[in-house]
């Protein structure tokens, strides 16, 4: 079955880095565009990141250019956040996401939290 497992989340400092990983099963990994999304505590799911299938274009929120950075091993199936210069805004579970009409496929998410 279609499984999409979120990993690399935990506490950081402000101004510290977390890398997260997204361990795609179960579809053709190299077919689907990904995305990077996250929900803080309180709030509404915040768009952060996403990129093409083959990995040839990429785009952030506002809120994170600059500061992360998306990428994908379509070899590996593997998607991955690198999150830099980490703010307690950052606070939040971060989901993985495919895409590719009419198909959707989210993972159960991992927690981010930035907090000295």
């Known amino acids: 079955q279609v499984q999409l497992v979120e990993s690399g989340g935990g506490l950081a400092q402000p101004g510290g880095s977390l890398r997260l990983s997204c361990a795609a099963s179960?579809?053709?990994?190299?077919?689907?565009?990904m995305t990077w999304a996250r929900q803080a505590p309180g709030k509404g799911l915040e768009w952060v990141s996403g990129?093409?299938?083959?990995?040839?274009?990429?785009y952030y929120a506002d809120s994170v250019k600059g500061r992360f950075t998306i990428s994908r091993d379509n070899a590996k199936n593997t998607l991955y956040l690198q999150m830099n210069s980490l703010k307690p805004e950052d606070t939040a579970v971060y989901y993985c996401?495919?895409?590719?009409?009419?198909?959707?496929?989210w993972g159960q998410g991992t927690q981010v939290t930035v907090s000295s």
């Open positions: 996401d495919a895409q590719r009409w009419p198909y959707n496929y």
């Open positions: 179960g579809f053709t990994f190299s077919n689907y565009a």
């Open positions: 990129i093409w299938s083959d990995g040839s274009d990429t």
